[in-house]
Nanobody, 124 residues
Framework: QVQLVESGGGSVQAGGSLRLACVAS????????MGWFRQAPGKGREGVVV???????SYADSVKGRFTVSKHDAKNTLYLQMMSLKPEDTGVYYC??????????????????WGQGTQVIVSS
């Protein structure tokens, strides 16, 4: 098992930016994928981005071109650079790590490993 801890959330105006970080308690097998999911108030948890073993990533259409995921392996840390934020980006963002993690999955069952979540609020 692995513990994941997110940070970097906050309140910003539309058009602003935030950088989220997720620190894993240990080095994960190369077969694991990592990613970010989010849950808006009253809605289900949806995929934002998943990063693969070769460093490539799959983004949700709603964030493509605005969000960028990256990893710092030496620090066991996953980042999400969020730019040009919109009110619809508001929600709790969760870090995930699992085998076969899919950007197209929806709900808590998409991963066996989740962080505690960090809240992002974007106002107009």
């Amino acid at each position: 098992q692995v513990q994941l801890v997110e940070s970097g959330g906050g309140s910003v105006q539309a058009g602003g930016s935030l950088r989220l970080a997720c620190v894993a308690s240990k080095v994960l097998p190369s077969s694991y994928y990592m990613g970010w999911f989010r849950q808006a108030p009253g809605k289900g948890r949806e995929g934002v981005v998943v990063i693969f073993s070769d460093g490539s990533a799959s983004y949700a259409d709603s964030v493509k071109g605005r969000f960028t995921v990256s990893k710092h392996d030496a620090k066991n840390t996953l980042y999400l650079q969020m730019m040009s934020l919109k009110p619809e980006d508001t929600g709790v963002y969760y870090c995930a790590a699992d085998l076969g993690l899919s950007i197209y999955c929806s709900g808590d069952s998409c991963s066996h490993n989740w962080g505690q979540g960090t809240q992002v609020i974007v106002s107009s």
